[in-house]
Protein backbone atom coordinates (compact mmCIF):
# COMPACT_ATOMS: atom_id res chain seq x y z
CA UNK A 1 0.00 0.00 0.00
CA UNK A 2 2.66 2.61 0.79
CA UNK A 3 5.28 3.06 -1.10
CA UNK A 4 7.76 5.27 -2.67
CA UNK A 5 7.30 6.54 -5.71
CA UNK A 6 9.56 8.47 -8.33
CA UNK A 7 7.32 11.86 -7.27
CA UNK A 8 8.39 11.85 -3.77
CA UNK A 9 12.16 11.46 -5.54
CA UNK A 10 14.14 14.55 -4.25
CA UNK A 11 17.25 13.51 -6.69
CA UNK A 12 19.38 13.38 -3.26
CA UNK A 13 20.33 9.81 -2.86
CA UNK A 14 20.95 9.32 1.04
CA UNK A 15 17.10 11.49 1.12
CA UNK A 16 15.41 9.59 -0.64
CA UNK A 17 16.72 6.08 0.33
CA UNK A 18 15.74 7.31 3.92
CA UNK A 19 12.35 8.19 2.94
CA UNK A 20 11.89 4.93 1.26
CA UNK A 21 12.27 3.81 5.08
CA UNK A 22 9.90 5.96 6.20
CA UNK A 23 7.40 4.66 3.45
CA UNK A 24 8.00 1.09 4.37
CA UNK A 25 7.40 1.85 8.03
CA UNK A 26 3.99 3.85 6.95
CA UNK A 27 3.42 -0.05 4.87
CA UNK A 28 4.29 -2.06 8.26
CA UNK A 29 1.53 -0.17 9.87
CA UNK A 30 -0.67 -0.52 7.19
CA UNK A 31 -0.46 -4.48 7.15
CA UNK A 32 -0.53 -4.10 10.91
CA UNK A 33 -3.86 -2.86 10.64
CA UNK A 34 -5.09 -4.76 8.28
CA UNK A 35 -4.20 -8.27 9.53
CA UNK A 36 -7.09 -9.30 11.26
CA UNK A 37 -5.07 -12.58 12.65
CA UNK A 38 -3.12 -10.63 15.22
CA UNK A 39 -5.58 -10.25 18.18
CA UNK A 40 -3.13 -8.37 20.58
CA UNK A 41 -1.50 -5.97 18.55
CA UNK A 42 -0.17 -3.35 21.60
CA UNK A 43 3.48 -4.31 21.65
CA UNK A 44 3.39 -4.12 17.58
CA UNK A 45 2.20 -0.76 17.81
CA UNK A 46 4.26 -0.31 20.15
CA UNK A 47 7.27 -1.54 18.20
CA UNK A 48 6.43 0.70 15.52
CA UNK A 49 6.07 3.65 17.04
CA UNK A 50 9.52 3.45 18.70
CA UNK A 51 11.12 1.86 15.34
CA UNK A 52 9.00 5.34 13.42
CA UNK A 53 10.73 7.77 16.65
CA UNK A 54 14.59 6.35 16.44
CA UNK A 55 14.18 6.40 12.16
CA UNK A 56 12.81 9.83 12.16
CA UNK A 57 15.01 10.96 14.75
CA UNK A 58 18.30 9.83 12.35
CA UNK A 59 16.80 10.89 9.21
CA UNK A 60 15.97 14.67 10.21
CA UNK A 61 19.72 14.97 11.60
CA UNK A 62 20.72 13.66 8.13
CA UNK A 63 18.44 15.61 6.63
CA UNK A 64 19.42 18.83 8.67
CA UNK A 65 22.97 18.97 8.76
CA UNK A 66 23.16 18.13 4.56
CA UNK A 67 20.97 21.20 4.45
CA UNK A 68 23.22 22.82 6.77
CA UNK A 69 26.03 22.06 4.29
CA UNK A 70 24.41 23.91 0.97
CA UNK A 71 23.13 26.83 3.18
CA UNK A 72 20.08 25.70 2.52
CA UNK A 73 17.75 29.04 3.06
CA UNK A 74 14.59 27.14 4.17
CA UNK A 75 16.31 24.88 6.88
CA UNK A 76 14.74 26.49 9.83
CA UNK A 77 11.15 26.04 8.46
CA UNK A 78 12.33 22.51 7.77
CA UNK A 79 13.67 21.87 11.78
CA UNK A 80 10.30 23.89 12.82
CA UNK A 81 8.68 21.29 10.88
CA UNK A 82 10.72 17.98 12.12
CA UNK A 83 10.86 19.46 15.72
CA UNK A 84 6.65 19.14 15.72
CA UNK A 85 7.01 15.64 14.23
CA UNK A 86 9.02 13.88 16.47
CA UNK A 87 6.88 15.94 19.75
CA UNK A 88 3.76 14.24 18.57
CA UNK A 89 5.23 11.02 18.73
CA UNK A 90 6.75 11.97 22.22
CA UNK A 91 3.22 12.72 23.30
CA UNK A 92 1.92 9.66 22.52
CA UNK A 93 -0.24 8.11 25.28
CA UNK A 94 0.14 4.96 25.35
CA UNK A 95 -3.04 3.90 27.43
CA UNK A 96 -4.82 5.38 24.07
CA UNK A 97 -3.31 2.18 22.52
CA UNK A 98 -3.83 -0.60 24.05
CA UNK A 99 -8.13 0.72 24.88
CA UNK A 100 -7.78 0.64 20.52
CA UNK A 101 -4.71 -0.53 18.54
CA UNK A 102 -6.59 -0.49 15.44
CA UNK A 103 -8.23 2.98 16.10
CA UNK A 104 -4.44 4.09 16.98
CA UNK A 105 -3.09 2.67 13.97
CA UNK A 106 -5.52 4.35 11.54
CA UNK A 107 -4.73 7.51 13.10
CA UNK A 108 -1.04 7.03 12.92
CA UNK A 109 -1.48 6.30 9.46
CA UNK A 110 -3.53 9.38 8.78
CA UNK A 111 -0.73 11.35 10.29
CA UNK A 112 1.83 9.47 8.13
CA UNK A 113 0.12 9.55 5.19
CA UNK A 114 -0.14 13.11 5.15
CA UNK A 115 3.63 13.74 6.31
CA UNK A 116 5.08 11.66 3.91
CA UNK A 117 3.03 12.99 1.11
CA UNK A 118 2.71 16.65 2.50
CA UNK A 119 5.83 17.10 3.83
CA UNK A 120 8.40 15.42 1.16
CA UNK A 121 6.38 16.95 -1.75
CA UNK A 122 6.39 20.38 -0.63
CA UNK A 123 9.55 20.65 1.47
CA UNK A 124 11.98 18.05 0.94
CA UNK A 125 12.03 18.36 -2.60
CA UNK A 126 12.66 21.88 -2.91
CA UNK A 127 16.10 20.80 -1.21
CA UNK A 128 16.70 18.55 -4.65
CA UNK A 129 16.57 21.82 -5.88
CA UNK A 130 19.33 23.76 -4.15
CA UNK A 131 21.71 21.28 -4.79
Given at each position: MYKMKD???TGIDFIDAQHKKLFDI??????LLKNEFTIDKYDKVVQLI???KEYTAFHFKC???????INYKRMFT???EHDAFIKKLDDIDFKTIDE????YVFEMLEFLNNWLTGHILHNDKLIGEKK
Open positions: EFKADDAYNNELEEEYMESQKINPDK
